[in-house]
């Protein structure tokens, strides 16, 4: 089986991916005084839109984390690719895969349908050479039989992988054992000073009309954003007649003696047969771990054919 050694350096870049993914704003404390709002919100406001409900609706909303667990609860098929680039950004490595789910009564099966692996993803024994790689593997191929719901991973490494789909599910959320992060990422307390939050109406992909909640990083008079500010931009569209959260943008970078990175998450989901998944995920990182080759990589997953099923 593809593997590598689950280091710290691993753990880090991990528990960071899955934070772009998670967007639950539990125990917040944001006030709505703070929250500047576009004319066509001011206009609402007037008629009876109450932005303090609507801020608690964000903080209160679980729906996305939910579309994300049916990852492990329904059948679908998944297409996938990744590329690894250099400084010079040309790809020196790559993953295009095409798999598909199957789910049981008490089990979920992921089957590799087509795997073309190039460049140097792997080293002579066939083990992953890139973090980014082996997380793209852990996280949305398990390829043997798993209990619906649960991860097949155990020990250690299943307590970091389990920290990073939390966080990957709910940014804004202090999570216990992240590294230097700590509780920088509560976008919504601790952290609250060094934010600025909006909210507007706009067409998600010139279509579906949304309600546009975005919380960024405060800049000072050279533009630069304090250390401390981690997430550095989150923006979450709600569909203006349901309130349902259908897609999320993050951007976070941080730099330390340990260990830099600049991280951007773009990831939709839709409506099933009335049950929301997710369709799309997109990945685009760069990181620079202390006497580690720095990695760059990007990857893209299209969900797609769901069965859903009581």
Not at 105 to 130: A, P, Q
Not at 165 to 189: A, E, M, R, W, Y
């Amino acid at each position: 089986m593809v593997g590598v050694k689950f280091t710290t350096c691993h753990k880090c870049f991990a528990i960071v991916l899955l934070v772009l993914c998670c967007a639950g704003f539990k125990n917040t404390q944001a006030q709505t005084e703070h929250v500047t709002l576009d004319t066509a919100m001011i206009i609402a406001q007037r008629q009876g839109f109450v932005v303090a409900d609507f801020i608690a609706l964000v903080k209160a909303d679980t729906s996305f984390y939910q579309s994300f667990k049916n990852l492990h609860r329904y059948a679908y098929q998944v297409n996938g690719n990744l590329n690894v680039y250099d400084k010079t950004e040309n790809v020196i490595a790559g993953i295009a895969r095409k798999a598909h789910q199957t789910t049981g009564t008490t089990h979920r099966v992921m089957v590799i349908d087509e795997d073309k692996f190039s460049g140097s993803i792997l080293d002579k024994k066939g083990n992953y050479n890139y973090y980014t790689a082996q997380l793209f593997n852990d996280i949305f191929f398990e390829n043997t039989p798993v209990k619906l719901i649960e991860s097949k991973t155990a020990g250690k490494r299943n307590k970091h992988i389990e920290q990073l789909k939390t966080l990957l599910f709910s940014p804004g959320t202090s999570v216990k054992g992240v590294p230097l992060v700590g509780n920088k990422l509560q976008v919504f307390d601790t952290q609250q000073k060094y934010y600025d939050y909006f909210l507007n109406t706009a067409k998600y992909n010139d279509s579906l009309v949304c309600y546009v909640f975005t919380c960024t990083a405060k800049t000072n008079a050279t533009g630069q954003s304090n250390g401390n500010a981690i997430i550095k931009n989150l923006v979450t569209y709600f569909d203006k007649k349901t309130f349902q959260v259908i897609a999320r943008k993050y951007e976070m970078q941080y730099a330390s003696v340990a260990f830099d990175f600049d991280v951007t998450m773009d990831i939709k989901i839709s409506p099933v047969n009335g049950v929301f998944v997710p369709t799309y995920i997109s990945y685009m990182g760069n990181w620079d771990v202390a006497f580690k080759k720095e990695e760059k990589a990007d990857f893209q997953l299209k969900f797609f054919n769901w069965i859903i099923r009581p």
